[in-house]
């Protein structure tokens, strides 16, 4: 069984920062992509950033800037360091991974439970 566990939300005010921080633990062989999603009140989940194993990133147009995607391979573990916050950038943050089993070929899908992150005076 694959669990990914994030930490870090909370709230903040404008123009302050958190570190969301996502760690994937089972047995796992190798993770391709990681990313971290958003889910705001009544909205779609929608992609903020990703990257792959190999370090290339890909962000949201609202966040290119303001946050930072990392990942440590050896730790299974993914990073976003979100500055400059928002009002919307209030939301429920999941982490993703595409990881792969041993002696399997193929690769799987697996969420996080989700931290609020939650920007207000």
């Known amino acids: 069984q694959v669990q990914l566990v994030e930490s870090g939300g909370g709230l903040v005010q404008p123009g302050g920062s958190l570190r969301l921080s996502c760690a994937a633990s089972?047995?796992?062989?190798?993770?391709?992509?990681m990313g971290w999603y958003r889910q705001a009140p009544g909205k779609q989940r929608v992609l903020v950033a990703q990257?792959?194993?190999?370090?290339?990133?890909n962000y949201a147009d609202s966040v290119k800037g303001r946050f930072t995607i990392s990942r440590d391979n050896a730790k299974n573990t993914v990073y976003l360091q979100m500055n400059s916050l928002k009002p919307e950038d209030t939301a429920v943050y999941y982490c993703?991974?595409?990881?792969?089993?041993?002696?399997?070929?193929?690769?799987?899908?697996?969420w996080g439970q989700g931290t609020l992150v939650t920007v207000s005076p």
């Open positions: 089972g047995s796992i062989f190798s993770i391709n992509t």
């Open positions: 990257i792959t194993r190999g370090g290339s990133t």
């Open positions: 993703n991974a595409d990881w792969l089993p041993y002696m399997d070929y193929r690769s799987f899908d697996v």
